[in-house]
């Protein structure tokens, strides 16, 4: 398996930052590569690692970043919101895919956080590169998705949602309590693979390392969004977007079919796919999803 890893400078204003990359594959081929982007925000890619099988499986180059602010790429913790905007990580994939060669023909995957980046990116404006797009486990509005957070935490029982409550009152977000509360709440609506795999073990290590993405644009918590993207909402242009698009979700997760029904409805060349468990199907669906993934990318 070919793997080539280095870094891209990215300019925004007078600053100069750098986004890692890594390719699977080689980009000379003439296959029409898959561009990945991972969640978070500010979570890093290593847990989106596995789609390292459409190559293995369909000899599709894999290109998988970082991108700005986690993981291998440039770290910073002095910039506010008016910095890390949708608009930032949109110049960031645009800047990448000129560098590689690719941006005139590629196919785009966002799973979570990296999904609605996607679905922004495709939305914002034309882009004759882009063959096919995959908007896997994500929403189009971030009211719906605080929304879809706050019916699975109402399952809960009181004293637990009580409890994560005032550790976010209370800024002690950080204690042991806390952090097993989160770690039950996702073990069922995340990823119910128990134990953990270690990618994705490291990528919330690598969020957790440096928070200053997630915090400034999403809040404390899935339950308590006050960041920068608490209105950010694209259903009213999900029209333009052109390409053929598959939108993935599961049953227990953030991206219920309500969430990603805006999606269905506008998007003009779509398909839908629902896999069995939660939020990261490529955990839990494994077989299931890499062959609906390369069944779009390669339609018969």
């Known amino acids: 398996m070919t793997e080539v890893t280095g870094t891209v400078d990215f300019q925004v204003g007078k600053e100069t930052y750098k986004t890692w990359y890594k390719v699977i594959g080689d980009l000379a081929s003439g296959i029409r590569p898959l561009v990945t982007l991972h969640g978070g925000p500010g979570m890093s890619h290593v847990y989106m690692q596995s789609h390292a099988e459409i190559f293995t499986t369909y000899n599709i180059p894999v290109v998988f970043y970082d991108q700005l602010g986690t993981g291998k790429s440039t770290h910073i913790t002095d910039k506010g919101a008016d910095f890390w905007t949708p608009e930032l990580f949109i110049d960031e994939l645009d800047n990448l895919l000129a560098y590689l060669g690719i941006k005139d023909n590629f196919d785009l995957l966002g799973h979570s956080w990296g999904g609605m980046l996607a679905a922004d990116y495709a939305s914002a404006q034309q882009h004759p590169g882009l063959r096919r797009l995959i908007i896997a486990n994500a929403a189009p509005s971030l009211k719906l998705w605080e929304q879809s957070m706050h019916h699975w935490l109402n399952k809960f029982p009181e004293d637990f949602r009580e409890m994560l409550r005032r550790h976010e009152r209370d800024g002690t977000t950080s204690s042991e309590e806390y952090q097993r509360g989160m770690k039950e709440f996702y073990n069922k609506h995340t990823c119910q693979v128990i134990p953990w795999p270690a990618e994705l073990d490291q990528s919330f290590a690598d969020m957790d390392e440096n928070p200053t993405v997630y915090t400034t644009m999403f809040g404390t918590s899935e339950f308590n969004l006050t960041g920068s993207l608490i209105t950010w909402d694209i259903t009213d242009r ?63």
């Open 238 to 300: 999900l029209d333009r977007i052109a390409c053929p698009t598959l939108v993935c979700n599961g049953h227990e997760e953030g991206a219920q079919d309500f969430v990603v029904e805006p999606f269905i409805e506008k998007i003009p060349k779509v398909k839908w796919v629902k896999f069995k468990k939660t939020h990261i199907p490529f955990y839990e669906d494994k077989e299931y999803y890499f062959k609906t993934i390369g069944a779009f990318l390669i339609p018969s």
